[in-house]
């Protein structure tokens, strides 16, 4: 287990860790995408940056994706086999079913994942950068959406929480702290 995983952090299948997702040598890592596909920034543009340019000739091909949903594609020059790409909600003030929305996005992902046959999967903090969804509520939906799926479905035996930054790890941490109490 590297070492930046603590063992307190692991709870039922869910590992939170700070640093660069696209370094991750698991079956699939989770791109917080565009409608587009086709790249942008923070998470969405590194991952297309290190998959290299055979990710977006892939990602044209799937024409586009809604807000909710998940496509998969090849991981290319990734340590990960696949990229799952999944849009998730620009945050309206939490009245226009962004709840609902954040948490499809990461069910459809561990869907395609196992119809894929992977094991391990990767996640950011989906819509929690430019699309400014606050970082905690973000973190009890990707958790609970998760642990939720975990308890259904034996398949997937690593999911970790690839967080950019000390606070957003704490939110996750915290988050699998609260559901582990329940």
């Known amino acids: 287990m590297p070492a930046c995983w603590r063992p307190r952090e692991v709870a039922m299948g869910m590992r939170v860790m700070m640093g660069d997702i696209t370094r991750l040598a698991v079956d699939a890592i989770v791109n917080a995408a565009n409608t587009s596909l086709l790249g942008g920034g923070g998470v969405d543009g590194a991952i297309h940056r290190a998959a290299g340019p055979d990710l977006v000739e892939e990602c044209r091909s799937l024409n586009g994706c809604k807000i909710g949903q998940a ?20 945050w309206q003030g939490g009245e226009k079913s962004e709840p609902e929305m954040l948490a499809s996005c990461y069910r459809k992902s561990l869907e395609l994942a196992v119809a ?9 903090a989906v ?15 990707a958790v ?5 799926f975990l308890d259904q479905d034996p398949t997937l035996i690593d999911v970790t929480f690839v967080c950019f ?6 939110l996750h941490r915290a988050a699998i702290t609260a559901l582990r109490q329940d």
Request: a positive charge; proline letters at 7%.
């Open 144 to 148: 609970s959406t998760v642990a939720d």
């Open 165 to 170: 930054d000390e606070e957003t790890a704490a």
């Open 127 to 141: 819509s929690t950068g430019i699309y400014r969804y606050p970082k905690d509520h973000a973190a009890r939906i």
């Open 71 to 90: 496509k998969i594609t090849k991981g290319y020059r990734l340590p990960a086999r696949h990229v799952i790409h999944t849009v998730g909600p620009v």
């Open 116 to 124: 894929n046959d992977c094991r391990t999967i990767a996640f950011p």
